[in-house]
């Protein structure tokens, strides 16, 4: 996952100010095209994000677009980078050990996801820009912190990487209505014969989502604890 460039919008600095501007918006600039942007895509999803589009929701023209951004990958680059930007537990709270700082990078890392939706699908195969690596570099600078070898720490960090993308995606696909999840769990019910435990268990009545993925991550973690 080789990262791309991620100072983009620091190689065109003079073209920003030819940009033809209507008298009725805001000087167009890149902060604007990257929050419209986010505004697009949480409401239509990765699809519903074009370039006209874009320019017409800022009472821009298509072509203004490209004094600020090469095309609409940059766009989402950019868009990503920025909804993945890390918050620091607030100033004041109550410290924390080594686990109580992973717990709480991935799960900000997972309240962002949960927050843009559209992220979890564009994170594999988007550049990793500075605030994903931000994250990184916090991440293995806390497990290496707390004892975990080098030579054990890149596994470290893709666990915990599957782990939150993978529990987002589930969160998402299944987000089933009170009905669909009771007309799921009646129809495991009459195969219970072939599925007993899973059956047994409630499996698909189970939308405990912010518990389970708490609990699954101290599992995690009991794995990556260094031993005494």
């Not at 100072?7 to 000087?27: T, Y």
């Not at 895509?41 to 951004?69: C, E, N, P, Q, T």
């Not at 950019?78 to 537990?89: C, F, G, M, N």
């Not at 973690?221 to 031993?227: E, N, R």
């Amino acid at each position: 996952m080789a990262a791309k460039r991620s100072d983009a919008e620091g190689k065109r600095p003079q073209r920003k100010d030819m940009s033809p501007q209507s008298s009725q918006e805001p000087p167009l600039s890149l902060e604007r095209i990257v929050a419209t942007a986010i505004e697009l895509l949480d409401a239509l999803g990765i699809d519903g994000l074009k370039m006209r589009r874009l320019a017409d929701r800022l009472g821009a023209g298509a072509m203004s677009l490209y004094w600020h951004v090469d095309n609409k990958d940059e766009v989402f680059d950019l868009a990503l980078d920025s909804v993945l930007e890390y918050r620091a537990p607030a100033q004041g709270a109550e410290a924390r050990d080594w686990r109580g700082d992973v717990v709480h990078m991935i799960e900000d890392w997972r309240a962002s996801m949960l927050r843009h939706p559209w992220s979890v699908s564009l994170l594999p195969r988007r550049s990793l820009g500075p605030n994903i690596l931000i994250r990184l570099e916090l991440l293995s600078k806390t497990l290496s912190g707390a004892g975990v070898a080098d030579a054990d720490l890149n596994v470290a960090i893709w666990s915990l990487w599957n782990y939150v993308i993978g529990a987002t995606i589930t969160r998402a696909s299944f987000d089933l209505s009170d009905d669909d999840q009771a007309a799921a769990q009646e129809r495991l019910t009459r195969l219970c014969e072939h599925y007993p435990t899973i059956e047994r268990s409630r499996l698909l009545l189970d939308n405990d989502w912010d518990g389970a993925f708490r609990k699954g991550l101290d599992f995690l973690l009991d794995g990556l604890a260094p031993k005494q």
